[in-house]
């Protein structure tokens, strides 16, 4: 259980091996840390009751833990995506809601693309035939036989849904090895879109056809939930390859399994499932033609320490008097008596 505090700041929950950038940060101002253990609701309500302040990574945060925990001021998300937390009720109980939008650009921008080029030199399959010996025919490599069809990058298309701050690093990188990109997000223009070598497109229906691999780069949303749901994935030719770095449920989870069983998609790099984490009886798993990765696409030394940081550093605006740089909640701050004006300015520099 957590100690009373002029202000406190339970970590609920993070895979990290110790805490010690933000005790950095928050520690100086007066404020004490707790690590806790949560796994779900119930624990959160359990061992964070006199919690000021809630850092998270996976637990979920719903009105239900903010009804449960009255003292708590502003939840401060490890990472970009918010939708473990209920934002809305967030707002409704005057909580404020941070996250860091662009800790991990680089790291997921450069996974996306390691996928598209394992599988445009199928490298893992030609790497376990080399392996096992598949690889040499009569004394010689048997290397178009295994390998057949490989494609010159600038004859494919890129298709990317989703042009934020990962789509457009994905797409530089994508022109950089000679692809050409098309894009769909109906928040950016054409003319920005092809100040990173994309081409806009209006709708997936119409991209769909045209691309050799489709990358998703959005947020899960009710409106980005299943986007890409099994009639979208029956418009990509049986070649395409599909790269889901972003959140697993922005596909259709069993469509795409059904899809790849029934030889209408050639391939998938997927970093990130419907349910997570998956274990080695899910189905893709077993399937050859999937490259798989343990939602891991954000992680590099660099990013991890930027997002313990910068997380860290959300509440410590808060406990300074102001207000953090990445509010997802926006409206939140027009409330007069919201509990997150509560917290302003309380630290005692120590």
Not at 175 to 186: E, H, I, R, T
Not at 258 to 280: M, N, Q, S
Not at 317 to 331: E, F, K, S, W, Y
Request: hydrophobic share 45%; charged share 25%.
């Amino acid at each position: 259980m957590l100690h009373q505090q002029p202000f406190t700041v339970a970590i609920t929950d993070c895979e990290h091996e110790n805490i010690d950038p933000e005790r950095s940060v928050l520690e100086p101002l007066g404020v004490a840390v707790e690590w806790l253990n949560c796994r779900s609701e119930e624990d959160v309500i359990q061992q964070a009751g006199a919690a000021d302040a809630l850092i998270i990574q996976y637990v979920p945060i719903t009105g239900r833990v903010l009804d449960a925990l009255p003292r708590v001021k502003i939840v401060s998300r490890y990472g970009i995506g918010v939708d473990m937390i209920d934002a809305l009720a967030a707002t409704q109980r005057g909580v404020l809601v941070a996250n860091v939008p662009d800790f991990c650009v680089e790291e997921v921008a450069t996974q996306a693309m390691t996928f598209l080029l394992a599988f445009a030199r199928k490298l893992v399959p030609i790497d376990h035939a080399v392996r096992d010996g598949r690889a040499i025919r009569d004394g010689t490599w048997n290397t178009v036989r295994l390998s057949k069809p490989l494609h010159r990058l600038s004859t494919q298309t890129l298709g990317i849904v989703g042009f934020g701050r990962i789509g457009r690093r994905v797409a530089v990188r994508a022109v950089a090895c000679g692809l050409k990109v098309l894009a769909v997000d109906p928040a950016i223009e054409a003319a920005e879109m092809q100040q990173f070598g994309a081409v806009k497109v209006d709708t997936l229906e119409e991209m769909l056809p045209r691309v050799d691999y489709l990358t998703l780069h959005v947020p899960l949303m009710e409106t980005t939930r299943h986007l890409i749901n099994a009639e979208r994935l029956a418009l990509l030719r049986p070649e395409a390859i599909v790269i889901n770095t972003a959140r697993g449920a922005v596909i259709d989870e069993a469509a795409l399994i059904a899809a790849l069983e029934a030889g209408r998609l050639a391939g998938a790099g997927i970093d990130v499932y419907a349910r997570e984490p998956i274990g080695p009886d899910h189905p893709l798993c077993h399937m050859e033609n999937v490259l798989l990765s343990s939602h891991s696409a954000w992680y590099s030394e660099q990013s991890l320490l930027d997002v313990k940081l910068r997380t860290a550093q959300a509440v410590a605006d808060l406990v300074a008097g102001r207000i953090p740089q990445h509010v997802v909640n926006p409206d939140v701050l027009a409330i007069e008596d919201a509990r997150w004006r509560r917290g302003m300015g309380v630290a005692r520099r120590v």
